[in-house]
């Protein structure tokens, strides 16, 4: 058996296409889908990821407005920032590039954002309306994830899916998705004191705590699919995941490469969650 390889730039390109003609729709219905972005201070990474959100919204019709400021910028003034975007009926979602300063907490600013705008689901308010089965946002990497597991038609129901890894931004609104899918979870983290008796046993395997090879060969059951939220960088420099993928390869009946797996997907997450805010606003 050799591992399907499941294919986020060609997914990713599938749903952006449908943003982009759903957003015609809006436009024509008098309504342009508007994505507030906020970078605080110079961190390169956060400059380029903040650069590739902006553009993929140009890409899909959607308006992007991009607020920079200096890293001395208050915590009083960047909440007094985010209460008039709440305000602005013509934003529809807003997004605050982390980190953030050491002066701010990034939980109040999370929490400064209206739950109406939350489009990273970050928010308490988001995780407890995915805990309890409400529509609210979901958080665009786990969101990505599961977008990814159903290219590959596998029906969840039933099956066991194992998530390694319990952050709030993936690990535990990962393993919620699974759940609401019918699939019957387990979380696997750094104090589990053996993974491999819990990973061979499942169907579907997410690797979500930014270590190499955190997944091996001898860990996967043949014909399970694995789907790889790692960004790490090989003895080579070489960007990898957190999976053995050349090892895992022939056990597995899909995988995901990195890159051009579940990084694509998170943007246009982002992307969906922005529309959907916006078609809230016509229903």
Not at 13 to 25: G, M, N, W, Y
Not at 144 to 150: D, H, R
Not at 175 to 188: D, G, P, R, Y
Not at 251 to 268: D, K
């Amino acid at each position: 058996m050799t591992a399907q390889i499941i294919d986020g730039v060609a997914l990713s390109k599938q749903l952006r296409a449908d943003v982009a003609e759903r957003t015609l729709q809006l436009k024509s219905k008098g309504i342009m889908p508007g994505l507030a972005v906020i970078l605080v201070g110079e961190d390169p990474a956060s400059q380029v990821y903040v650069r590739n959100k902006i553009k993929a919204c140009e890409d899909c019709g959607i308006k992007s407005v991009f607020d920079k400021y200096d890293a001395t910028l208050s915590q009083a003034d960047l909440l007094a920032h985010i209460n008039a975007l709440n305000a602005d009926t013509s934003i529809h979602g807003i997004l605050v590039q982390m980190p953030l300063p050491k002066h701010i907490d990034p939980h109040a600013v999370i929490e400064a954002i209206s739950a109406s705008k939350d489009v990273d689901g970050y928010s308490t308010l988001s995780a407890g309306e995915l805990m309890t089965g409400k529509p609210g946002f979901n958080p665009c990497t786990p969101y990505g994830c599961m977008k990814l597991i159903e290219s590959t038609g596998i029906n969840l129901k039933g099956k066991h899916a194992v998530v390694i890894g319990r952050s709030n931004t993936v690990g535990k609104p990962m393993a919620m998705m699974l759940l609401a899918a019918n699939a019957t979870v387990t979380i696997c983290h750094s104090a589990t004191p053996d993974m491999k008796v819990h990973t061979l046993q499942a169907d579907v395997v997410v690797a979500a705590v930014g270590k190499r090879n955190v997944l091996t060969a001898d860990m996967v059951k043949p014909g399970a699919v694995v789907i790889d939220v790692g960004m790490n960088r090989d003895g080579n420099g070489k960007l990898c995941g957190d999976v053995d993928f050349e090892a895992i390869k022939p056990i597995a009946s899909h995988i995901t490469p990195v890159p051009g797996g579940v990084g694509p997907m998170t943007i246009t997450m982002l992307l969906v969650n922005t529309l959907i805010s916006a078609e809230r606003t016509v229903r």
